[in-house]
């Protein structure tokens, strides 16, 4: 169905793997487009309760937009590509079902961004992100200024970003920008299991506290959010079940409702 992405629904997980590994799963405007769709299908399809992201081989990630797109662009087409970038990655960030970016390998420019925008990141032991747009005259323009200042603070992200410097899996782990390094082979397995754990709780619930995280505001704002919430989450039949399976002692059968 795509030329540019495969793939695999397996135990309710969509499995999309960025299939372009000649040109290290760069991000080309067909890449761009695909995703968008394969969101999609995570949004809309019941059978579908989660999603990873990762890139073909064991090189890459994603090494960035595809670079050969630039050459010709004008600022008005610039605006457009960033505008389409960050429209994809916003959707990803604000999916109501969990998507795990798999690293394993090089995230640079855009693949850094892509894993950014993803609810979380495992990587395996050779990942290694960087922003290193700099080198080519240019910013990051698919988020990376705020997801990545968002993430780690303000200065590490100007120096990572002004440097372009690349950072391994240790480092960025250091920096909170990913949650566990694997063993390459190893990688899917883990990012599998953890969502397998995610799906056995109440998705409405795990749909507001994407939300509400993404909704992050130190001030009232960000717990009024959070109280809105939560006291929705009693109208749901989730809440019913899992309230009444604990009192019964038993394991909650949850619908999504
Ligand atoms: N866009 C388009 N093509 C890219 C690409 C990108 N972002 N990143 C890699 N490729 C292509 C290379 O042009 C090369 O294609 P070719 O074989 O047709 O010449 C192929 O992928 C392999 O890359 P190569 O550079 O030969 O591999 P390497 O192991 O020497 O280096 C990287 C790997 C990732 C360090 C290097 O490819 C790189 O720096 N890529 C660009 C990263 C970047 O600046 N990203 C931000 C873009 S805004």
């Given at each position: 169905?795509y030329?540019?992405l ?16 000649d ?24 059978e ?30 610039a ?19 969990p998507?795990?970016a ?45 997801r ?8 590490m ?8 410097n ?9 920096y ?50 959070e ?23 038993r ?7």
């Amino acid at each position: 169905m795509y030329q540019t992405l495969l793939t695999n629904l397996e135990d309710c997980i969509l499995l999309i793997t960025i299939n372009r590994p000649d040109k290290m799963n760069a991000l080309n405007k067909e890449v761009i487009d695909e995703l968008d769709m394969a969101i999609e299908e995570v949004y809309e399809k019941a059978e579908i309760k989660s999603a990873i992201i990762t890139g073909a081989g064991t090189t890459a990630f994603v090494a960035g937009a595809d670079i050969s797109e630039f050459l010709e662009l004008k600022i008005e087409q610039a605006a457009g590509l960033a505008r389409a970038g960050q429209s994809i990655f916003d959707k990803i960030e604000n999916s109501p079902k969990p998507i795990v970016a798999a690293v394993n390998g090089f995230a640079l420019g855009g693949g850094f961004e892509l894993a950014l925008a993803c609810h979380f990141i495992y990587a395996s032991e050779n990942a290694k992100f960087g922003q290193p747009e700099v080198n080519l005259g240019l910013i990051p323009g698919y988020g990376g200024t705020q997801r990545l200042t968002q993430l780690v603070g303000r200065n590490m992200a100007m120096e990572l970003i002004m440097s372009g410097n690349m950072i391994d899996a240790k480092e960025a782990r250091e920096y909170g920008i990913v949650n566990k390094i694997i063993k390459q082979e190893e990688l899917l397995t883990s990012a599998k299991a953890i969502l397998g754990i995610i799906q056995t709780k109440a998705p409405v619930a795990v749909s507001k506290v994407i939300e509400c995280i993404n909704n992050f505001d130190h001030t009232q704002q960000g717990y009024d959010f959070e109280i809105k919430r939560f006291a929705d989450c009693f109208a749901t039949d989730d809440k019913k079940e899992g309230v009444s399976a604990f009192l019964e002692k038993r394991k909650a059968n949850f619908t999504g409702k």
